[in-house]
């Protein structure tokens, strides 16, 4: 069994990132459009400044109070869709209640969606012309290929079917030949569908609802949940201690999936400025 070292494997594609982008004549730039206060958000915010100037990206902050109004946002998305300094536009999720969020995300032209949540890149996806892709699946794909997993003719079961990863993770792996099962709130029998998985992906939102006995010996399991437990810790939709047991590799919470989500973003970032 092998805990898989999100962390080391994000800083590795920064530390690339950082010398692809040294070589650039053009520095990438990133806008980050936060509304309110939420804490989560704000935490978030800050991580994603911190890795831009590791890399060498230029990070652009836009707080607006959370009683602006919807036309006092989309104006600032307007500014930037336009601004030659600004390749990727970040509009950091949730907003506030009251704001319509997805005619907020419209105003991101699909070349600065380096969130891959536009619904011409989830369209790209679907074709199998990936252009910009959300960057927690992105980041769980590159973990399959820096730890040399093979997708090819296994099964694989995505747990969730959100626009943000669990869609996008179900296509990427189906468009690596795996052999995808989507299942969600809905789906009867979880625990049997899981237990004939190679992979296993959770994006389920749910603290520690995957257990060992949905668990076959060997297989890999990969957390993308965060949650917090009955005595307020962090965790994973997996039950780490009990999982860890029967996987052939796995990735915890935190320090798994987390630190690749901001790495891809950065990637998705450098990869924009790139198509100046």
Do not use: W
């Not at 690339?16 to 989560?40: C, H, Q, T, W």
């Not at 820096?146 to 869609?167: F, H, Q, Y």
Request: proline share 4%; net charge neutral; aromatic share 4%.
């Amino acid at each position: 069994m092998k805990i898989i070292d999100g962390k080391a494997i994000a800083a590795s594609i920064r530390a690339e990132l950082k010398e692809k982008i040294e070589k650039l004549a053009l520095k990438p730039g990133l806008a980050v459009v936060i509304v309110g206060n939420d804490p989560a958000s704000q935490i978030y915010v800050r991580n994603k400044i911190k890795a831009c100037a590791e890399v060498g990206i230029n990070s652009y902050s836009y707080e607006l109070p959370a009683d602006c109004s919807q036309k006092q946002l989309e104006d600032v998305l307007d500014e930037l869709a336009k601004a030659e300094n600004v390749h990727g536009i970040l509009l950091q999720l949730p907003l506030p209640s009251g704001f319509d969020a997805e005619s907020a995300m419209r105003k991101i032209p699909r070349e600065k969606d380096v969130d891959g949540f536009s619904a011409e890149n989830l369209g790209k996806l679907v074709l199998h012309e990936e252009k910009t892709v959300a960057c927690t699946p992105l980041g769980v794909m590159q973990i399959f290929k820096r730890e040399g997993i093979e997708l090819e003719g296994k099964n694989a079961v995505v747990l969730g079917r959100s626009d943000t990863v669990g869609k996008p993770m179900a296509l990427l792996l189906l468009n690596a030949n795996a052999t995808v099962t989507v299942c969600h709130s809905k789906t009867k029998n979880i625990k049997e569908i899981c237990k004939n998985a190679d992979i296993i992906v959770s994006a389920i939102g749910r603290a520690k609802f995957v257990t060992e006995d949905m668990v076959k010996d060997g297989a890999v399991v990969i957390d993308v949940g965060i949650n917090r437990d009955g005595n307020g810790k962090l965790c994973g939709d997996v039950d780490f201690e009990k999982v860890k047991e029967k996987a052939s590799y796995i990735t915890p919470v935190p320090g798994g999936v987390g630190p690749m989500t901001i790495a891809m973003l950065m990637y998705n970032t450098y990869v924009a400025a790139l198509k100046e």
